[in-house]
């Protein structure tokens, strides 16, 4: 980093309270993602530090700025994979193994689109993967050893920021990425007092945990991280995940509810045709929780209060498997 001088506490606290380092999208849609930091990193520090107090989001501007960079994000890849299935189950369309290609493409953090993506902290936790902290941020020492900034974040402004976004948008769901950074979600959130909900979550061999949470007509689901071996990286992990999100999710909680994707290839949603099963439903709604149900049928902000947030759940048919849950969590 080239030398701007030294940045004061007051300067980086101020600068962080804002919407430095989120990805951003639509803050009125009822998904949100919340992940530790951002990748990659668009917002190198640079004097004079102008806090981001508009949201910023993937519009056409960014799209062709960034198209060529756009192939190798895997981790917003895998993201729209989720929120792909999410949508074809919510809205009870054919689903199809490519459909988050034009929703990443051309959907993902769009203004007025279907989600909205957040960070707890605002500078990614690494730079390029070879760099080490200590030698990007020399000479910085509100910055310098790490843990310093992550504590500046923590019991300075920036969580407080994201608290009082969240507090103004409402949204229905908040999944958080990865458990190891679960105390700061939760700290961020103001969730040290409530109980966690474990819900079992086996779309495969291996049973997963989705640690669920809920205040304030929001509900969080603290979900392995999107990378790993232990993570949701495969593509029926993540169809999976994403079928379950949208089986708590309403056909209104999508703004394009009525239309298919712009720019949508040939085919790509030549899938099997959906076909609603009650009974699967309702099992899924079983176990969703009574608490999940609770948030999702309670107002949340103006223009969702008039939203269908009744729990209907659409299904897929019987072949496109909703996720397995087992016995014990029904």
């Given at each position: ?138 000479g910085q020492p509100e910055l310098v050893p790490k843990e310093r900034y992550l504590e500046l974040c923590r019991n300075g402004a920036r969580f407080r920021f ?16 990865g458990y190891r950074h679960e105390e700061d979600y939760l700290r961020a959130f103001g969730l040290e007092a409530v109980v966690a909900e474990e819900l079992p ?110 729990g209907a759940v659409s299904c897929a048919t019987a072949s496109e498997a909703t996720p397995h849950m087992p016995a014990q969590a029904l």
């Amino acid at each position: 980093m080239q030398d701007l001088g030294v940045f004061t506490s007051d300067e980086l606290d101020n600068y962080f309270a804002s919407y430095v380092g989120m990805e951003g999208g639509n803050p009125q849609a009822s998904v949100w993602i919340c992940d530790r930091s951002p990748h990659p990193w668009l917002e190198p520090l640079a004097r004079p530090l102008r806090p981001s107090m508009e949201p910023p989001a993937w519009d056409a501007a960014f799209r062709a700025r960034h198209r060529e960079d756009m192939g190798r994000w895997l981790q917003h890849q895998r993201i729209a994979r989720i929120m792909a299935a999410a949508r074809a189950q919510a809205l009870g369309l054919r689903s199809d193994d490519d459909d988050w290609k034009p929703y990443f493409w051309e959907r993902l953090y769009a203004p007025d689109g279907n989600e909205f993506k957040l960070n707890l902290f605002p500078l990614p936790a690494q730079l390029d993967g070879l760099t080490p902290w200590s030698k990007v941020f020399r000479g910085q020492p509100e910055l310098v050893p790490k843990e310093r900034y992550l504590e500046l974040c923590r019991n300075g402004a920036r969580f407080r920021f994201l608290e009082t976004l969240r507090a103004r948008w409402r949204p229905k769901v908040i999944f958080c990425l990865g458990y190891r950074h679960e105390e700061d979600y939760l700290r961020a959130f103001g969730l040290e007092a409530v109980v966690a909900e474990e819900l079992p979550f086996q779309p495969a061999d291996l049973v997963k945990v989705l640690r669920v949470y809920v205040r304030d007509g929001t509900t969080w689901i603290v979900c392995p991280a999107l990378a790993g071996s232990m993570g949701l990286t495969s593509d029926v992990l993540l169809n999976a995940f994403g079928k379950l999100l949208g089986a708590r999710l309403a056909p209104s909680d999508f703004v394009e509810s009525a239309e298919t994707l712009n720019s949508v290839p040939a085919g790509a949603f030549t899938g099997l045709p959906g076909a609603c099963n009650e009974v699967q439903g309702a099992m899924m709604a079983r176990t969703m929780s009574g608490a999940w149900a609770g948030a999702a049928s309670s107002g949340n902000g103006v223009q969702r209060q008039a939203s269908a947030r009744s729990g209907a759940v659409s299904c897929a048919t019987a072949s496109e498997a909703t996720p397995h849950m087992p016995a014990q969590a029904l």
